[in-house]
């Protein structure tokens, strides 16, 4: 019951610092990666959510302290997990990181994740903030993920996310803001080398439609603790866009002459 009350305390404290940085217009805004799933992995696996911490709630200064960005320091992360049993686990997450030059990310996210023998299902509620040159953006979002093993070498994960609204920022900050997603992959391989095959539909903020993606991921462990993880589905996509326009008989384009 004790370990119940600091992660609610842990959490509240997060998300209280999220809302009096909206308010008082310091808004340090998230953390997002090549697709919200792969932060949801990171939730689960990283070493700081499965030991066990002492649970420390954010101070409130963190909510009016300057930006990292003028110190040495670009990024704050605060985290914290708790095992209620075996199969069931809590996280909170609250991470502050500056693109500096570009803009302030923050974010305040809380995950649950159950087990049971060859299926895992993971759920978050995240609330990110974005500061572009004064200009505060608000963002928030629910995930799921639901991951069943066949067998030591083979394992299939289906997944979604849906933000309230899903910005464009500039072209610049493009990369690094989230958007709605759903999609799956099969995992092939072993322990060593494996590999993410699927599809993914997500949210083109700039063109303003949907899209399809295909996920196609190596990963490589290099130890217990380090695993390179490649996302080549966009490289992919590309070059076979190029390559069925030069088959088609379609070349770059190239500015007329006046």
């Known amino acids: 019951m004790k370990k119940l009350m600091a992660f609610l305390m842990f959490l509240s404290a997060t998300t ?3 809302a009096a940085q909206e308010v008082s217009g310091l808004t340090q805004p998230i953390t ?15 070493d700081v959510l499965a030991t066990p911490v002492m649970l420390s709630p954010m101070p409130m200064s963190f909510a009016v302290e300057k930006p990292l960005a003028y110190g040495y320091d670009a990024s704050h992360t ?3 997990s708790m095992e209620v049993s075996k199969n069931l686990s809590f996280t909170a ?8 030059g570009l803009m302030d990310v923050q974010s ?8 049971l023998g060859a299926l895992t299902v993971q759920g978050m509620l995240s609330a990110n903030r974005y500061l572009y040159y004064g200009r505060v953006t608000s963002q928030y979002g629910v995930s799921g993920q639901i ?61 303003r439609k949907m899209e399809t993606v295909p996920i196609i991921s190596p990963a490589f462990k290099i130890s217990n ?19 069925v326009m030069k088959n088609n008989g379609h070349g770059p384009m190239v ?3 006046r």
């Open 16 to 18: 209280m610092g999220a």
């Open 32 to 46: 997002p990666s090549y697709s919200d799933i792969l932060m949801m992995k990171a939730m689960a696996s990283s």
């Open 78 to 80: 605060e985290a914290t």
């Open 93 to 100: 997450v609250g991470n502050y990181r500056s693109y500096i």
């Open 108 to 115: 305040v996210s809380g995950g649950v994740q159950y087990s």
């Open 147 to 207: 991951a069943y093993s066949f067998s030591p070498n083979l394992s299939l994960t289906v997944f979604g996310t849906y933000y309230n609204s899903n910005p464009f920022i500039c072209m610049a900050a493009f990369p690094y803001v989230p958007t709605t997603s759903y999609g799956g992959y099969m995992t092939v391989g072993n322990r060593r080398f494996y590999m993410n095959l699927g599809v993914e539909r997500r949210y083109n903020p700039f063109e």
């Open 225 to 243: 603790k380090v695993t390179v993880e490649l996302p080549l589905g966009d490289l992919i996509e590309h070059l076979v866009e190029e390559l």
């Open 255 to 257: 500015p007329r002459r």
